[in-house]
């Protein structure tokens, strides 16, 4: 059964720093990954959808990487800002025909201005 | 155009009456997935349609969950006979393709709360 694992669960920075989220999964048999942002009480905004033959995806001052055979992403923020705050949660989609999402906890991310 | 749109936005009951929860998809996607949100996890599968079938609820936690999409559009979640855990945030999301290599866009959610 694949798991997907998110660490750490909340992370404080100050403004302008750099930083990294971790997510990984348990079975390398994957379609694709994606990275969603969800500010409180909304819905979820995709960021990244990085396919299985890809090994990054950039937009902006996000960079996704992945490595499906260590069954690990990252998820880099450059230079962040207070209007980063918000929750960040990874996705896998499971090989088969439905394209469901398998999501892991999420990390919370709170920067200081 | 609209993206994903859930009502209502907010709904509280009382245990065990019946609820519904309605999801209109973005316009011309075919695949349309549910999922619920406990407090502080991410979302949990509950059952995705392609056109008007089900074509997998393997997600659904017991058959007091059912769902339709009759017209391939508009889909409503139904809950019978509530219960305190169902309190969540239900999700829905629309995709042009169901087949895995297509993004998901997500509605607001409703926030149910049972009493």
């Known amino acids: 059964k694949q798991e997907v694992t998110q660490i750490p669960a909340a992370l404080s920075v100050p403004e302008g720093e750099n930083l990294v989220l971790n997510c990984s999964f348990t079975d390398s048999a994957i379609y694709n990954l994606q990275w969603f942002r969800q500010d409180p009480g909304k819905g979820l905004t995709s960021l990244l959808l990085?396919?299985?033959?890809?090994r990054e995806q950039t937009s902006g001052r996000l960079n996704a990487s992945l490595d499906k055979s260590s069954g690990r992403s990252t998820l880099y923020i450059a230079a962040s800002q207070p209007g980063d705050s918000a929750t960040y949660l990874c996705?896998?989609?499971?090989?088969?025909?439905?394209?469901?999402?398998?999501f892991g906890q999420g990390t919370t991310l709170q920067v200081k201005p | 155009g609209a993206g994903v749109s859930q009502t209502p936005s907010n709904k509280v009951t009382e245990k065990g009456k019946y609820v519904e929860l309605r999801c209109d998809p973005i316009s011309g996607h075919t695949a349309l997935y549910w999922y619920r949100q406990s407090l502080g996890q991410g979302p949990e599968f509950l059952i995705y349609?392609?056109?008007?079938?089900?074509?997998?609820d393997s997600g659904l936690p017991n058959d007091r969950f059912f769902a339709v999409r009759p017209e391939g559009s508009v889909s409503t979640l139904k809950i019978q006979r509530t219960e305190r855990g169902d309190s969540a945030v239900y999700l829905c999301?629309?995709?042009?393709?169901?087949?895995?290599?297509?993004?998901?866009?997500f509605g607001p959610g409703t926030r149910l709360t049972v009493t």
């Open positions: 990085i396919q299985s033959s890809q």
């Open positions: 349609f392609q056109g008007t079938g089900a074509a997998d």
């Open positions: 999301a629309s995709s042009l393709s169901g087949t895995g290599f297509g993004e998901q866009y």
């Open positions: 996705a896998v989609t499971p090989p088969g025909n439905t394209g469901k999402l398998i």
